[in-house]
């Protein structure tokens, strides 16, 4: 029903920058609340950054003031800018998606493959 597809991982120092795209193929509606999440090795996933219909915003505390999420609904392309990275930043960065979110981060249903950010310090 809904395909999606990460971009633009790699490996950065730390204090550098990355810009994450994330392209969502199939019902615009099925795509109103759109996340990214990430996992480390040995850890559970978390949710990082939300953006909602009408342009909520929602972030976890520990990257609050250095990533930023956004959409270009024209293109169901969802963004994660990330600014002043670090190594505990070093994680697998899923985009995910779901046509209505009752709180932050939770319930989504579709996932996209994943693209892995590395920081070195």
């Known amino acids: 029903q809904v395909q999606l597809v990460e971009s633009g991982g790699g490996s950065v120092q730390a204090g550098g920058s990355l810009r994450l795209s994330c392209a969502g193929f199939g019902k615009p509606y099925s795509m109103n609340c759109m996340g990214w999440f990430r996992q480390a090795p040995g850890k559970e996933r978390e949710g990082v950054a939300q953006i909602e219909d009408y342009g909520t915003t929602r972030y976890a505390d520990s990257v609050k003031g250095r990533f930023t999420i956004s959409k270009d609904n024209a293109k169901n392309t969802l963004y994660l800018q990330m600014n002043s990275l670090k190594p505990e930043d070093t994680a697998m960065y899923y985009c995910?998606?779901?046509?209505?979110?009752?709180?932050?981060?939770?319930?989504?249903?579709?996932w996209g493959q994943g693209t892995q950010v590395t920081v070195s310090s």
């Open positions: 995910a998606a779901v046509g209505y979110c009752p709180r932050p981060f939770y319930g989504y249903n579709f």
